[in-house]
Structure formats: C-alpha cells, structure tokens
C-alpha cells in the first residue's frame, strides 16, 4: 500500500489522484484492513426508506458514522430500531463514493443491555395494549362443561399428550377437536393463528385450548407474534393460553381470555372432574333428603296439632246455628226498637210543625217591619251625609286659600332673589357689560384682548361700539 498512496512535500511535478481515485483507493484499503467490524453506539435519525432499506446514524459522545442495512437483514431482525436505542452493529466500514463518506453496511445488529427478543417483545406488548386487547372487560367467562373442545397444538408435542390424559381422566365424554400446528421455528405464528381461525369456522368447539410444552424464549417466540394475538383477539369463541411452564408469559396470555400456566392446568380448568362432580351431586342429594325430612316432620307435626284441636263437626255446625239463632233475635229487637224511636221523633216533629199559611203571615209581618226600619235608617243615613260633606267643603276651600296665600308668598321672594341678582341693577350703578365681537366672550382680562380689537359695551340703555387702542394693568 505504500506504493499506492506516497504522502510527502514532492515537487509539484508528481501525478495528482482525481478525487474518483482518492475516494476508491481509500475504499479498498477499509476493505483490505477493515473486512468486519462490532461497533457500538446509540442510533438516531432513524428511517426506512421506500426501498425498504434502514438508515440511521451510530453516534459515542465525540463521533458519529452512517449506517445501512439493506432489506434482506432488516427483514430478520426480532425487533424495531428506535433513536436513543443503545445497538451494537456488525458489518463492512466502506467509503460511499457518490458522496465521499464513510458508512458502515450492518448485516447484524443486537441491543445492548435486553436482548432482540425481549425488545421485540415490550414493543409489541405496548403497541397492543394501546389497542385495547388487553382489556378485562372484553375477556368471557368459560362455560361450566362444554361438550366438546378444541385444541392447538404441535401434534406429536408432550403439551397435546397431558391434555388429552387429563381431558378424558376428567370427563371422559368430553368430544376433542385436534387442529395441528407447528409451535416453534418458521412458519410456526402463521399456522397456529389459522388453526385458531379453522376452529372458530368449524363453530363446534365450546373453547379452545392453545398451548406448547416449556421451553426458552425463542422456542416460545411463534406465541409472542402480531398474527397469533390477532386471531386470538378475533376469536368468538373463548381462548385458554397454556404456553411453556408456570414462570413463562407470552403475549398470547395476555390477549387470551384465560391464562393457564401449564397445558396440564389448561386441561384441569376447562372441564370439571366427573368423579368431584358425582361427589357433589351425592352431597346435594343427601342434603335435599335430610331437608325434605325435616319439612316433612314439621308438617307432621302441625298436622297431629290441628287434629286434637279440631271437634267433631257436627257439634260445630250444632253450634254455629245455635249462635245464627241468638244472633237473628238480637236483631229483630234492635230493629223494632230504632223504629220505635223514628215513630217517637215523627210525632214530635208534627206537633212542632205550623200550619202554612201561619208561616205567611208571620214572614209578611217581618218585613213590614223590616222596611219601616230600612226607611227610616236611610233617612237618617242621608242627613249624616250630607253634613259630613258640607263640613269637608268647607274645610277643602279653607285650606285651598291658605295654601295659595303660601304660595304666593313664596313667589314674592323668589322674585325679589332674582330681581336683586339681576345684571340690570348692576348697570343702574353705572357699570357696563364689555364683550368681544370676535368671539362674543365677556371680557374680564385686558390681555385677553389684542389693540385694534373692536369691542361692543352694553350700558342699562343702549349698546356702544369701541376699539381698543392700549392695554393697562
């Protein structure tokens, strides 16, 4: 190389390097030197172009370098690059000639700190919950024994084994519906999400069971993908996940109307124990019995109670016409003593009563003298009157004399007040009234008033016309 590129204070005279070969020789020697490299550093200025390539720049707290990663690797990564994200890149340092600058093209990229998949994870976590899968209110109940269950699984996995054991050990009648699927590695997310959808168009499964054995988070990682919590969210029939063991959580839990930790627990949850079941009902048995006897025995009782309290019913009836008899004497007598009494009070009131005619004339002597009364105090009315109105007149006129000689009076006065503030009794002393004809305002200032000023000067008789020819203090 140290004949390709000679740094020195040569002659002017020496070859120069176009900047095309400048630019391409310092290319190869990154690529003879500097075939692959890990570089850490914190990203910004993220984007994917339309292309579908992703660019961004991988700075330290002094230096930053441009950084590609075409499609087909950014395709691979588990999760989304975001600024401020911590990475450590892997690839190829070359010289971009188009604009003399230095990149590096990743081909591999890792987080520093998490892992790939447990960022991949948050993100997803976080961006579904926004959508509202996560919510409580939207998760169903499962029914009590469904007849028949659907289940999605690896076909020939230990997870379908302990479910279908404990499935028929519990309930042997329960119907299962096995839809294989692949759990784990490629291909494994899309399956399992169109098992689900399978299921739900079969419509015969009560609930669906979707669940592998344990393992790490990679083998796990088909349950924690957008496609599989979709076509659980969509599901309208309800879902138990049963993914890994008891300490795994996957995004399926999450969405899934019920989370078992185990398959095993799954399998346990969804149906009852037939032989609990018959348990109970031979418990609920025995209790129905020993409460229909306590009843029973009550009603007994209260049955033997009445029959040595009730008598013979021919006594009773003997009895109750007795007392009907007694009661219709009673009556008869009460009867014939209130019509006594109404005859009693007839002959009364006619004895009380007068004659018609005798009314008459006591009423049209009542009014007779009714009207002499009336006439006699409507006379009497009318001359009281007539004096208390005489006596108000003449009050009336007095105090209308009285009240006008005031008011004369007073007007006297004003008159006088006003006649003594007159202007005219001031020009009856000799003083006059000075005014400009300029503006027509009273003059009370001789420096208000410019010489030559004509000014106008009322006298109690007459106007005069002057000019002002000096101004004296």
Do not use: C
Not at 295 to 320: M, Q, S
Request: aromatic share 4%; charged share 30%; hydrophobic share 45%.
């Amino acid at each position: 190389m140290d004949e390709q590129l000679v740094m020195g204070f040569g002659p002017r005279s020496a070859r120069a390097l176009s900047v095309t070969q400048l630019v391409r020789l310092i290319s190869e020697t990154l690529e003879d030197h500097l075939d692959r490299v890990w570089v850490a550093g914190e990203v910004s200025n993220g984007r994917l172009a339309a292309s579908g390539h992703f660019y961004f720049t991988l700075k330290d707290d002094r230096s930053s370098i441009s950084v590609v990663m075409f499609r087909s690797d950014y395709q691979r990564l588990r999760f989304q690059i975001k600024d401020g994200m911590a990475l450590m890149v892997r690839g190829r340092v070359n010289m971009f000639e188009a604009r003399g600058s230095l990149q590096i093209v990743a081909d591999e990229i890792e987080p520093r700190g998490l892992g790939a998949l447990q960022i991949a994870f948050e993100q997803l976590k976080k961006r579904l919950a926004a959508d509202g899968m996560f919510e409580r209110t939207r998760k169903r109940t499962l029914p009590f024994l469904p007849r028949t269950i659907g289940i999605v699984t690896a076909r020939r996995g230990a997870g379908l084994r302990d479910i279908v054991h404990v499935l028929l050990e519990r309930f042997p009648n329960v119907h299962l519906l096995v839809r294989a699927a692949k759990v784990q590695g490629d291909g494994a997310a899309w399956e399992i999400a169109e098992a689900i959808a399978d299921l739900n168009e079969d419509a015969r499964a009560e609930v669906i069971i979707v669940g592998r054995g344990g393992g790490s988070l990679e083998d796990l990682w088909a349950f924690n993908q957008e496609i599989v919590a979709r076509a659980i969210f969509n599901s309208r029939i309800p879902i138990i996940s049963a993914v890994g063991h008891e300490i795994d959580y996957t995004i399926a839990d999450f969405v899934a109307d019920v989370r078992a930790p185990t398959p095993t627990a799954a399998a346990q949850m969804v149906v009852p124990s037939i032989v609990e079941l018959r348990e109970q009902i031979a418990m609920t048995h025995a209790a129905l019995i020993a409460r229909m006897k306590r009843e029973l025995g009550g009603w007994r009782e209260t049955v033997d109670d009445l029959a040595v309290r009730v008598r013979n019913p021919a006594a009773l009836a003997a009895r109750a016409r007795a007392d009907l008899a007694d009661s219709g004497d009673a009556l008869r007598d009460a009867l014939r003593n209130r019509i006594d009494r109404a005859r009693r009070t007839v002959r009364e009131l006619l004895l009380r009563l007068r004659t018609p005619a005798a009314e008459i004339r006591e009423l049209r002597h009542q009014l007779a003298q009714g009207s002499l009364s009336l006439a006699h105090g409507a006379g009497r009315l009318v001359r009281e009157r007539r004096v208390r109105l005489a006596t108000f007149s003449d009050r009336l006129n007095a105090a209308a004399v009285a009240g006008l000689v005031q008011r004369r009076h007073r007007l006297g006065e004003l008159a006088a007040r006003l006649d003594s503030l007159s202007p005219l009794r001031v020009l009856e002393r000799g003083y006059a009234v000075v005014s400009s004809t300029r503006d027509a305002r009273v003059v009370v200032d001789a420096f208000s008033v410019e010489v030559g000023d004509e000014l106008q000067i009322r006298l109690l008789r007459g106007r005069l016309r002057a000019r002002t020819v000096a101004r004296e203090t």
